[in-house]
């Protein structure tokens, strides 16, 4: 028996059933659903609106329920159209009379909203502790490489000196706004739709405020409309999560960059690898291009969340069934991610020798040369047309700038002393840079004790 049959005098087609049905994605709202409906019904008691009797057998017949699906034993069937109606003809099969009156008061429309509600808080908080599992991990490998030299890039030309923490520090303050964007948008979610109703509220003397304390929320929703029309807490978290995506898949291509043979940066662990089924000699990344390939699929769902919603009236409209199973793969998707990247980043061997070599070899301290010159009383702009110059010379002889002659500088600059040796070292190169937010390892540990400070906050 549909929740809504007695209006109707056919069987609904078969072919509508399928399309129309939502249990088989919307099963896993099953906790959420039972424990909306525990909530309500203990209100529906406060109020005198059901009688205590049926309270107890309400709740009784909802927590059995809630351990039999747990446990294997009661299984979603087809029949059901939604968590919803499957949740509640269960209760009514086995408590009788009392499970019809649970629905007092209420509509599909506040209870599925609800639903998605608490799921989005709940997955909001899961999502939240996986991006802080990867920046526990980030902040290890950070203390431990405070004086691990490599090259900065911009336009993937190398650029300037900077260490492997700084470079991973980057990373960190991505994640860290990510954190950020989730804390702040599960505090605007954080009000119960429940209670609205279809659209328009109800005339039983429900207490929202009750169960909205009982469910954890700040407090009740402030319009029945918008209560049962809102989704702009999914759109906010479909953000978040293409955020986070976007930033594991830079993270991603910087890895797939660091392991080819042209970098070698890095050597991937054999657990996050894969090989050729033809090149024995290949170990491929695939790890990190699936993460950078999924963060498209990602995006497509908050597209698609955004595109269902951009034309619907006031208030509820069945197009929004779609943000269900978009959503659903976005969060799986995105959880996936972060457990697989911060495993392999965690097992990621860096080349240390190679890296430091590549910022030697690079004149990643150009800028550095330059800088000499101007201490020495050289006008920026006459010292960064002398160092060029350098560098004109050193790609024509395939060398690095530590390995001219103090000859071949003096003769394109008479300021340049043996001391320019010990000013482009990359040692010195980083040392040097010790305002906040720099490379310097004096500057980076500063700054690794404030990460860890907002890590266990």
């Known amino acids: ?3 809504w049959g007695g209006r109707f005098t056919k069987e609904e087609n078969a072919a509508v059933h399928s399309f129309n049905e939502s249990l088989s994605f919307d099963r896993r709202l099953y906790r959420q659903d039972i424990a909306g409906s525990i909530a309500h019904v203990k209100m529906l008691a406060k109020q005198g609106i059901v009688s205590e009797a049926d309270r107890d057998a309400i709740i009784e017949g909802l927590t059995g329920i809630l351990a039999d699906i747990e446990s294997g034993k009661l299984e979603f069937t087809k029949e059901h159209e939604d968590i919803h109606s499957f949740v509640e003809a269960n209760l009514t099969a086995r408590i009788g009379e009392a499970g019809k009156r649970l629905h007092t008061g209420r509509s599909r429309n506040d209870q599925v909203a609800l639903d998605m509600k608490l799921y989005c808080r709940d997955e909001a908080d899961a999502v939240g502790a996986l991006v802080k599992e990867l920046q ?12 691990t030299y490599m090259p900065g890039f911009t336009h993937l030309q190398k650029a300037q000196p900077v260490t492997l923490a700084h470079h991973l520090g980057a990373y960190f303050e991505m994640f860290s706004r990510d954190r950020g964007r989730l804390a702040d948008l599960r505090k605007r979610m954080n009000l119960s739709p429940l209670g609205a109703g279809a659209l328009a509220g109800t005339t039983y003397p429900l207490d929202r405020a009750y169960t909205a304390q009982l469910l954890g ?5 402030l319009n029945s409309m918008d209560s049962v029309a809102d989704r702009d807490y999914l759109i906010e978290f479909l953000s978040a999560l293409t955020v986070i995506a976007m930033h594991l898949s830079r993270f991603c291509e ?21 090989g050729s089924s033809i090149m024995p000699q290949k170990k491929n990344p695939d790890i990190a291009e699936l993460i950078r390939g999924k963060t498209g699929r990602v995006y497509g769902a908050l597209m698609a969340l955004l595109t269902t919603m951009k034309g619907l009236p006031l208030a509820y409209n069945k197009d929004m069934q779609e943000d269900k199973e978009v959503a659903f793969d976005a969060i799986d998707t995105v959880k996936a991610c972060l457990r697989l990247f911060t495993g392999m ?34 006008p920026f702009r006459d010292a960064h047309g002398i160092v060029g110059q350098l560098v004109l010379r050193c790609i024509e002889k395939g060398i690095a700038l530590d390995d001219l002659s103090l000859e071949e500088y003096q003769s394109v600059s008479p300021v ?26 004096a500057a980076m540990k500063k700054v690794i ?5 907002r890590l266990s906050e």
Do not use: H
């Open 1 to 3: 028996m549909k929740l």
């Open 136 to 147: 526990q991990v980030l902040l290890g490998l950070m203390e431990e490489n405070t004086e």
């Open 217 to 221: 929320f700040d407090g009740p929703t």
């Open 254 to 274: 910087e890895i797939i960059l660091w392991n080819s043979n042209e970098y070698r940066f890095i050597e991937l662990d054999d657990a996050y690898s894969t």
């Open 345 to 378: 980043i965690s097992t990621v061997t860096f080349r240390k020798d190679v890296m430091a070599a590549s910022a030697k070899n690079g004149f990643a301290n150009a800028t550095d040369a330059a800088d000499y010159l101007v201490n020495k009383g050289v």
């Open 416 to 441: 340049f002393g043996p001391d320019i040796y010990d000013a482009i070292s990359l040692a010195t190169c980083v040392e040097k840079r010790t305002v906040v937010g720099a490379p310097g390892p």
């Open 449 to 453: 004790e404030l990460c860890r400070e």
